[in-house]
């Protein structure tokens, strides 16, 4: 197909679909999921009537989890934001007054000229994943701040450690074909919980156990997935680099290496292995708190059973060792050889394999300005210093109040009364409380969008259902308008605003988002993906690192990275390390990952979802809750130094003792005591990445005396 073919395609695409009668409107979820549903949008009578999977997408299955098929019940919310808003109570107690699209536009664009021509860097956008899609992500977003010469945000609040772990010993994200995992006969889910995290992945896995293949779950609590495996190690959080080189120490006694793929394919591995003779199972399992036994099993399985697949996922990089432990874990299926089968080796992201434009957001149009990136991650400490203040903030695809680790500094940040924060949302959500002026943002079902995924291959289209509902306008459209505005108030002043790439149509920042004559979309691919929306990659088929074939510099894995100051992986302690004095005070590990029918912050307030997560829980191991008093339904405090969070005791043995299992993120203000877990996590960092640690965090749990 022609460039002009495509464009055109996409421009048809991008139209609201006609929907006079019942149809069925192609469509992608959005949500940040490995997953990447295609989805189908029932439309009757102009109103949505259903969201279903697709049955043709080989992941997706025809099946939606159960948060994105109440997709309508959240667009059709009769608390969406309908109109823009002005801020007339304090910061954060969230009480507004409607006003006119024009009225918000003039009050933004007085505020952010009079920033812009203080100091460019003192404006920041604050965005993550609340939709994955290029258009509505970073397309014309990222266009806006480039032009504006804005201080960049380094989007480190998931993947950050994970990521730089995988370049440091594979050049990039890349990995086995996640759902070529059908075909293993050893599964290894390594600090990842598919049921809850990415549900399609488990019909693959659940494939692959029922033709004989022996499931492992690595994970500190007894999470649904690990209940369905066959063995489970529940390690102390943080240990994984440790078990790791337990693993290669015991092939490497044992003989389980496959010297000819190390020999071959790879670099520096006696470094690493010299590394791994150190940690013997039983040290190993001392420090992981574990048994010796437990690491020999595993291993030798490791060692003899083919094709073996690891399934690793972003839960297990939130530590102060995050890419350390990526790195050691993909180092296993380069010493046991099992990259050479197509069901083998390992995948914790295989968003590298997508031949994505890096000129999409147009980093270019800061021409000779190199503006400060602020770390995303710490965005509390950003907001409260003084030096070089942030004092204009926009926030969209993102909901930071909630989600960013150390709340009550954040909140100390939003509260700022000299800060300008522009928030972009679907609903008032903790975050829009701030704003000082509130922009009702467009769903999924009433903006066109394009994605890739990062847990399978294909790409999607997605096309709108629906004309925007009440006033919302898609953040494409927002950013578009606000670089006219500033372009008419700055003039010659900034002159990249008036580029025109910052008046692209949605459809135009489509085909910018990808780069369409790369061997990936050879063949049929293209076509395919304009006729059915939806079509996999030219990429990572067979076993893709049989032979190397790895994004390194000689396109070997390597094992030991001289660029940076610790080529190896370190097992170094935790940030709140659990034998530390600040231990004596708070002694509970606690970690935070997601209760099943709650996705990050988003779907927090959709009733029918609150009702299938009941209440806000922590899991603690019966020893722990016994030592406290603690029961079952019991309200509890779970606390540190840096704050409180109440929630209803669950007293399980699913969770490990000495570690509690907080799952989040709720919205701070449906909490009974108005704060969520992230009052206990730190703005501590990964060791490399600059990755958030979250689940690298000390605390301690009391009962909560009933009132009254
Ligand atoms: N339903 C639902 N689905 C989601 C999300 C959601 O909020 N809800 N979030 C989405 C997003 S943004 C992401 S990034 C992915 C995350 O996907 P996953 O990584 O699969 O999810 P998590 O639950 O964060 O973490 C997985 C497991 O890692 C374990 N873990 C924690 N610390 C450690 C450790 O030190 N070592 C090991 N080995 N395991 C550890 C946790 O106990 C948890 O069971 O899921 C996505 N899918
Ligand atoms: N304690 C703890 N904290 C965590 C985690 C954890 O496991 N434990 N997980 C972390 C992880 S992995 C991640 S990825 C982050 C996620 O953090 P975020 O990316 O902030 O994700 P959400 O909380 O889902 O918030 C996304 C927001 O974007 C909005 N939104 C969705 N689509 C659009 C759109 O088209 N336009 C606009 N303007 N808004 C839109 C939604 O309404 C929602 O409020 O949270 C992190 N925080
Ligand atoms: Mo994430």
């Known amino acids: 197909m022609t460039e002009h073919d495509i464009r055109d395609a996409l421009e048809a695409w991008s139209q609201v679909a ?30 949505v009537v259903a969201v279903k999977g697709d049955p043709t997408h080989s992941l997706t299955a025809g099946t939606l989890c159960t948060k994105v098929s109440r997709y309508a019940e959240r667009s059709y919310s009769p608390d969406r934001l309908k109109m823009p808003m002005k801020r007339i109570g304090n910061k954060g107690e969230g009480k507004f007054q409607a006003i006119t699209w024009d009225e918000a536009y003039a009050i933004i664009g007085d505020r952010l000229s009079e920033v812009w021509r203080r100091n460019p860097q003192a404006i920041l956008p604050y965005s993550y994943a609340g939709t994955m899609g290029a258009v509505q992500g970073e397309g014309m977003a990222g266009r806006f701040f480039h032009a504006l010469g804005a201080s960049l945000l380094d989007r480190t609040v998931c993947s950050a450690a994970g990521v730089a772990g995988m370049r440091l010993s594979m050049g990039g994200s890349i990995g086995m074909d996640s759902e070529a995992i059908e075909g293993a006969r050893l599964i290894l889910l390594w600090g990842t919980n598919p049921i809850t995290s990415h549900v399609h992945l488990w019909a693959k896995i659940q494939k692959a156990k029922r033709a004989g293949a022996i499931l492992w779950a690595i994970d500190p609590y007894r999470s649904d997935s690990a209940e369905k495996c066959h063995h489970h190690i529940a390690l102390r959080p943080g240990t994984d680099v440790a078990l790791a080189y337990a693993i290669a120490h015991v092939l490497q006694r044992d003989g389980l290496l496959d010297d000819d793929y190390i020999a071959r394919h790879t670099r520096a591995a006696d470094r690493f292995l010299a590394a791994a003779a150190d940690w013997s199972p039983s040290r190993a399992a001392e420090w992981c708190g574990i048994e010796a036994g437990q690491v020999e099993a595993l291993a030798h399985a490791y060692g003899s059973i083919r094709p073996a697949a690891i399934r690793l996922n972003y839960g297990m990089q939130r530590h102060a060792s995050g890419a350390d432990a990526v790195r050691a874990v993909m180092a296993l299926p380069a010493l046991a050889g099992h990259w050479r089968d197509a069901s083998g080796g390992a995948v914790l992201s295989t968003s590298g394999w997508v031949p994505r434009n890096p000129n999409l957001a147009r980093p270019d149009l800061l021409g000779q300005r190199s503006p400060r990136s602020i770390n995303m991650s710490a965005i509390g400490a950003a907001l409260n210093t003084s030096a070089n203040p942030v004092e204009a903030l926009l926030v969209y695809n993102s909901n930071p109040v909630a989600i960013a680790p150390d709340s009550n500094a954040v909140r100390r940040g939003f509260a700022r009364e000299d800060l300008f924060t522009v928030v972009l949302e679907h609903f008032q959500t903790d975050t829009a409380d701030y704003a000082d002026i509130l922009l009702p943002a467009t769903t999924q079902l009433e903006h066109f969008d394009i994605h890739s995924a990062y847990g399978h291959l294909h790409v999607l289209l997605n096309r709108p259902a629906l004309a925007p509902l009440a006033q919302a306008r898609s953040n494409s459209r927002i950013f578009r308008e606000l670089a006219q505005l500033m372009a008419m108030r700055l003039g010659e002043e900034c002159a990249a605003l008036g580029d025109p790439a910052l008046a692209a149509g949605d459809a135009e920042v489509a085909f910018d988002a990808f780069e369409w004559t790369h061997p990936a979309f050879a063949d049929d691919v293209i076509p395919r993906l304009l006729r059915q929306g939806h079509s996999r990659l030219n990429a990572a088929r067979g076993a893709p690192f049989a032979a190397g074939g790895f994004r390194t510099e000689d396109g070997r894995f390597c094992f030991a990275n001289d660029s940076v100051p610790q080529p190896l992986p370190q097992v170094r302690p935790n940030h709140e390390d659990w034998r530390s004095a600040r231990a004596a005070r708070y002694p509970l590990q606690a970690i935070s990952p997601p209760p099943r029918h709650l996705l990050n912050s988003s779907f927090a307030n959709v009733a029918s ?100």
């Not at 019942?22 to 029932?42: F, L, N, S, Y």
């Not at 969770?655 to 203000?669: N, Q, Y």
């Not at 108005?674 to 703005?683: A, C, I, P, Y």
Request: with cysteine; glycine share 10%.
């Open 609 to 708: 979802l609150r009702d299938l997560n009941g209440p806000p829980s922590v899991l603690i191991h019966p020893q722990d809750a016994s030592a406290r008093g603690i029961q079952t339904g019991q309200a509890v405090r779970v606390f540190n130094d840096r704050g409180g969070h109440q929630v209803r005791a669950e007293v399980s043995d699913r969770a490990r003792p000495g570690v509690v299992v907080v799952f989040s993120v709720f919205w701070h203000k449906d909490m009974p005591d108005g704060n969520n877990v992230n009052v206990l996590t730190s703005q501590a960092l990964s060791d490399h990445g600059g990755g958030a640690t979250f689940y690298d965090c000390l605390v301690d749990i009391e009962a909560v005396a009933a009132s009254g």
């Open 18 to 47: 006609d929907a006079s009668g019942p149809v069925e409107v192609q469509a992608a979820c959005p949500h940040d999921c490995p997953d990447t549903c295609a989805m189908r949008v029932r439309v009757d009578g102009g109103r």
